[in-house]
């Protein structure tokens, strides 16, 4: 009889063979920023969530710096939204004053900045819209300009997660031509029109006036397409990729690590989070249990970094554990 059980008996022998872990140095956590002053924000379907006006960001970023995570994704609300997204490519727009700020006093931390302009547009939508339809490559120079103006304001990388066909080599040659060649790309590759989102909506003020984003962002149905699209931004530039959601697409991931050999990441959305977190307050979870057995789940699929919520507690947690 093979006896499994022998290496199960106790926590110093399951550690001793445990075939999956998670470094603090993989976690991201992401940050909301708002346009104004003195805003700390409680986001209601995000519970322990916030945004933070720029002048009030060391309250999270002091937390986020001695936690020994990797950084931060962040994600800007401006008080000005129009039609051409105007606000996410002024050089004076929240985002790039809190990549400056970040960067100034917290000069360690990887700056994620997100491109994408639902957050900063007046119908909510990830591109220009003419007659109802998102229009893809008139979309592409604003995004560019987006781009060019994180990194000009000292974003360490570039995240688009817009979904426009051909965005990341035309961001890649935008950035280049600016002698922004060594900032990286880390593409929303395959990012599902999923309804674990919504919450984010609620956080950053980007849910569509009208219709959905199914016409841009992936049918869930699909995998083999998530691989196809992968495969093409990595053939336009991009240096690393994401997957997104994580926990309902572990097969995505696992079949990305699997086929791809470039860095892996994962993003645990505001849906996925909130469940969590509403079931934690009812009692009926473990909260620290749940959360670090999902993030194993996705680092064991294949994910280099996790995108996460949870990163601050969670890395908490792993330091409590070793």
């Known amino acids: ?42 986001i209601a379907s995000m519970p322990d969530i916030f945004r933070y006006s720029v002048d009030r960001l060391d309250e999270i970023m002091q937390k986020v710096y001695h936690s020994g995570i990797a950084g931060v994704l962040l994600f800007g609300i401006p008080k000005h939204k129009d039609e051409k997204a105007s606000s996410a490519y002024d050089d004076n727009g929240v985002t790039q004053q809190a990549i400056r700020y970040i960067k100034k ?51 360490d990388i570039i995240a688009p997660s817009d979904m426009m066909d051909g965005r990341v080599a035309y961001l890649r040659h935008a950035l280049d ?73 572990l097969d995505i991931l696992s079949q990305a690590r699997q086929r791809f050999d470039l860095p892996l990441a994962a993003y645990n959305v505001s849906g996925e989070y909130s ?16 959360v670090l057995e999902n993030l194993t789940a996705i680092r064991r699929a294949g994910a280099d970094i996790i995108i996460t919520y949870h990163a601050l507690d969670a890395a908490q947690w792993l330091e409590e554990e070793i």
């Open 105 to 155: 006093n917290y000069p360690d931390l990887l700056i994620i900045a997100d491109v994408c302009l639902c957050e900063y547009t007046n119908h909510g939508h990830c591109g220009i819209v003419c007659e109802g339809k998102i229009l893809n490559d008139e979309t592409l120079p604003l995004l560019a300009k987006t781009a060019v103006s994180f990194a000009r304001a000292g974003a």
């Open 275 to 290: 469940m969590i977190k509403a079931a934690a307050q009812n009692g009926w979870i473990d909260e620290k249990r749940i």
């Open 1 to 42: 009889m093979k006896r499994f059980r022998r290496l199960r008996a106790s926590e110093q022998l399951r550690r001793f063979v445990r075939e999956t872990h998670i470094p603090k140095s993989c976690l991201i956590y992401p940050i909301f920023v708002e346009e104004g002053e003195n805003i700390r924000l409680p």
């Open 177 to 249: 031509e600016q002698h922004f060649e060594d900032i990286p790309i880390m593409a929303y590759s395959a990012k599902f029109a999923s309804g674990y989102y919504a919450p984010f909506r609620d956080a950053a003020e980007s849910a569509p006036s009208f219709g959905d984003r199914k016409t841009y962002q992936m049918d869930y149905a699909n995998g083999r397409e998530a691989l196809r699209e992968i495969a093409d931004d990595i053939a336009e530039g991009s240096d690393i990729v994401i997957v997104k959601p994580a926990l309902a697409y």
